[in-house]
């Protein structure tokens, strides 16, 4: 399991985030494209998606401190972005979060 903190620069939708990730020994990546794994949550440009959307924006707003887990080193999907289990400080997952909100259902690849 690969484990990084990150700092969020801003929400894209509700399962896809922008964040600036510490490497350690002051090494970055900015503006990271982070995809929650594991999750479908509603587009962004309908009524659902934007409700999801502003839900993960209240919880992470830019400067908010996360992880940012991954099972793979450099694991991505088709788009480039990162896949990956992000983490608020507290420690509670943010894919979970979304499922109890009603925000998305789990997803695992293959045809929605």
């Not at 659902?48 to 992470?60: D, F, I, K, M, Q």
């Not at 940012?68 to 999907?77: C, P, V």
């Not at 979970?96 to 695992?108: D, N, S």
Request: proline residues 4%.
């Amino acid at each position: 399991m690969y484990e990084y903190e990150a700092l969020v620069v801003r929400v894209i939708d509700a399962d896809s985030i922008v964040v600036d990730l510490d490497y350690g020994f002051d090494e970055w990546k900015h503006n990271l494209h982070v995809r929650l794994a594991g999750i479908d949550a509603p587009e962004r440009w309908t009524l659902p998606g934007e409700a999801a959307r502003t839900y993960v924006t209240e919880l992470l707003p830019a400067g908010t401190k996360v992880v940012i887990q991954s099972e793979q080193y450099n694991r991505s999907d088709k788009y480039g972005r990162c896949l990956a289990t992000i983490l608020l400080e507290d420690g509670q997952s943010l894919k979970e979060m979304l499922f109890a909100k009603g925000h998305g259902v789990p997803y695992f690849g293959g045809k929605r």
